[in-house]
Structures are given as structure tokens and as C-alpha cells.
């Protein structure tokens, strides 16, 4: 992979993140969280975002609507998992920056825990 200009692991992936602008970031989290949605649903996404940042369930909906996401539409599916519609994950993005002290530290984990979602991408 790191013949390609991707990082070869890891570690290698977050020292990268770590030199990018927060634009692109924000770019970059919302796109992998667009991709995985895709490929691996909208409960994996939600999950991996939450474990990434350590937001809790309830936390993660202030998330979404601080972001600019509509409350309303945050749901459950039938097995309880929390839901928000795949065209809305991105409100994510700016809701962590803005409810917390460093969104920019959260979107990297969030990134660096799905690097292996990237041979996909």
C-alpha cells in the first residue's frame, strides 16, 4: 500500500492525518464515513464513530443535531442499533467540532480506526 502513497499502517496512517489541514479532515471522515455506509451499513458507521470519539449513544445524537443534523430523523432499527439516515452521517463531522474540545483528535481516531476499511475505498 505505501507504493501508492497510503500508509502502510497504522501508525504511518496518523502521522500522516496528524500533517493534514482540518479541511481535509473533515473531507476525508466524511467521505469514509459515505463509503462504509455503503458497503457495510449505516450501524457499522455509527458504531465505529462511536467508539472511535467515546461518545455515548445519546451523546452521539447531540453530535449529529449540533452538526446541523434533524433530530427527528434519528432512529432505531428493529434490533435497537441506533440509526441516522446514510445521507445525514456527515452532520457528524462538524457536530464533533463543534461540542467537542478537540474534534480534530476525535475525527483522526475516527479515521485511523477504520484504516482498514481503506483497501476498499
Same mark, same amino acid.
Given at each position: %500500500?505505501?507504493?501508492?502513497?497510503? $500508509? $502502510?499502517d #497504522?501508525?504511518e496512517?496518523r502521522?500522516?492525518?496528524?500533517?493534514?489541514?482540518?479541511?481535509?479532515?473533515? /473531507?476525508?471522515?466524511?467521505e469514509? %464515513?459515505?463509503?462504509?455506509?455503503?458497503?457495510?451499513g449505516? /450501524?457499522?458507521?455509527?458504531?465505529?464513530?462511536?467508539?472511535a470519539? +467515546? *461518545? $455515548?449513544?445519546?451523546?452521539?445524537?447531540?453530535?449529529f443535531?449540533? +452538526?446541523?443534523?434533524p #433530530?427527528?430523523v434519528?432512529?432505531r432499527?428493529?434490533?435497537?442499533h441506533? %440509526?441516522?439516515?446514510? /445521507?445525514?452521517?456527515h452532520a457528524l463531522?462538524?457536530g464533533?467540532?463543534a461540542? $467537542?474540545e478537540d474534534?480534530?483528535?476525535?475525527?483522526?481516531?475516527? *479515521? /485511523?480506526?477504520n484504516?482498514?476499511?481503506?483497501?476498499?475505498?
Amino acid at each position: %500500500m505505501a507504493g501508492t502513497g497510503l $500508509s $502502510s499502517d #497504522p501508525a504511518e496512517y496518523r502521522a500522516r492525518l496528524e500533517e493534514q489541514s482540518d479541511e481535509q479532515l473533515d /473531507v476525508w471522515a466524511a467521505e469514509m %464515513m459515505r463509503d462504509v455506509a455503503k458497503r457495510r451499513g449505516v /450501524v457499522r458507521v455509527v458504531e465505529d464513530f462511536r467508539k472511535a470519539t +467515546g *461518545l $455515548s449513544e445519546a451523546e452521539i445524537e447531540r453530535t449529529f443535531a449540533s +452538526g446541523g443534523g434533524p #433530530p427527528a430523523v434519528v432512529g432505531r432499527d428493529a434490533a435497537g442499533h441506533l %440509526m441516522i439516515p446514510a /445521507v445525514a452521517l456527515h452532520a457528524l463531522v462538524p457536530g464533533i467540532r463543534a461540542r $467537542s474540545e478537540d474534534g480534530r483528535t476525535a475525527l483522526i481516531a475516527y *479515521l /485511523v480506526a477504520n484504516f482498514g476499511e481503506l483497501v476498499y475505498v
